[in-house]
């Protein structure tokens, strides 16, 4: 069975991102230290076509996420930008050959033929809602899981929608004091969670649930 | 060096009670979920003269609480009521016989008698401010720590004077969508968090930091 799942780096005060959100700083100020458990890891760099890098019991996080997936799906602030889009749209945060390797589909108010990139990477825009996101993302995975990767806007409407499988919060023990909020919005849904693995790690703590 | 502790239960979204907080739900709406972890062990239940009880992963942090801790702070809020003192005042939530046996020092606008109640544990109450009630709570302590009870507010005046040095986080999945954030009102402070224990246990993982 072809599971959603999402995973997201958290501060311990609830924040997946800081203020100010932009080209420059797209975590906004102070989001950059969310991902700093990750982004020194050699797991992490070779899939960025980067050298170097260490090993630690994060490694085994990182290479979970990609264990597999099939394919992507994000909503538009992840892949940047808001808005129609412009005569010569942004392509996305990754460069020309993004890290995704896999079909990508982007929710968006916006449509927009699908955009190919190198490496297997394709974003398809989707303007139809989330469930017609997932259930494209779904047909092209190969029985293969559907990795939902952010932001906090999109996140909210599958987990308020009842869609997400499993959830892997990777809390970080910072307070960002202000920013966007994982678990906003959510009106009255409350999803029964089940904690199913716990990993600690340097500079961070891998928290598995079941969603149900 | 006696140290500040501070531990308390939190959901996953970041809340240490929910609404509506009131004699008949001291934690607010939903708020005793945050709570079913402890109140079904022995090492809880003994401490409350309650017979019974189970024996899990959470055994160990819940004996860890009471270890080398020589006195108690809370606040009002803990400690229950509002407002200036009524001629029969309240006398706390644990009957006449608490589970603390040891001074506890609440930290409360409203000037009131020390409260010497069976098992010795005294209430007194502090009304000069934070760091008095620390200091009071220190000279009584012999040496050992001295522990946080809650809730939220005193915590937060603590955490931002600087005055925390360990904060356990008991992080129940659970998302209460409402009521009390631990970490707000913090402004711009910014404490840095070492993770210095991680315990799976049933319904709940206990994280241990450093506060620096």
Redesign the interface.
Same mark, same amino acid.
């Given at each position: 069975m072809s599971e959603l799942r999402f995973e997201i780096s958290m501060s311990? =005060?609830?924040f997946v991102a800081g203020t100010d959100q932009s080209e420059q700083e797209p975590l906004g100020r102070g989001g950059e230290q969310l991902h700093q458990w990750v982004v020194r890891l050699a797991a992490w760099r070779e899939r960025h076509g980067l050298e170097g890098g260490e090993t630690d019991a994060s490694t085994e996080a990182v290479e979970r996420s990609h264990e597999n997936v099939g394919a992507v799906l994000m909503g538009r602030n992840m892949f940047g930008g808001s808005g129609p889009w412009e005569e010569h749209p942004w392509d996305g945060w990754w460069g020309d050959d993004p890290p995704f390797h896999m079909p990508v589909f982007v929710v968006t108010h916006h449509p927009r033929p699908p955009l190919v990139m190198r490496g297997d990477t394709t974003f398809t825009f989707v303007t139809d809602g989330i469930e017609s996101a997932l259930a494209q993302a779904r047909a092209v995975a190969g029985g293969k899981d559907v990795a939902l990767g952010g932001g906090a806007s999109v996140a909210q409407q599958y987990l308020k929608a009842g869609l997400i499988d499993e959830l892997r919060?990777h809390?970080v023990?910072?307070?960002l004091?202000d920013g966007a +909020?994982?678990?906003d919005n959510?009106g =009255?849904v +409350?999803?029964t969670?089940?904690?199913t693995?716990?990993v600690?790690a340097p500079?961070v703590?891998h928290?598995t649930?079941r969603v149900r």
């Open positions: 311990l =005060d609830g919060i809390l023990p910072i307070l004091g +909020r994982l678990f959510l =009255d +409350r999803p969670l089940e904690c693995q716990v600690a500079g703590t928290l649930y």
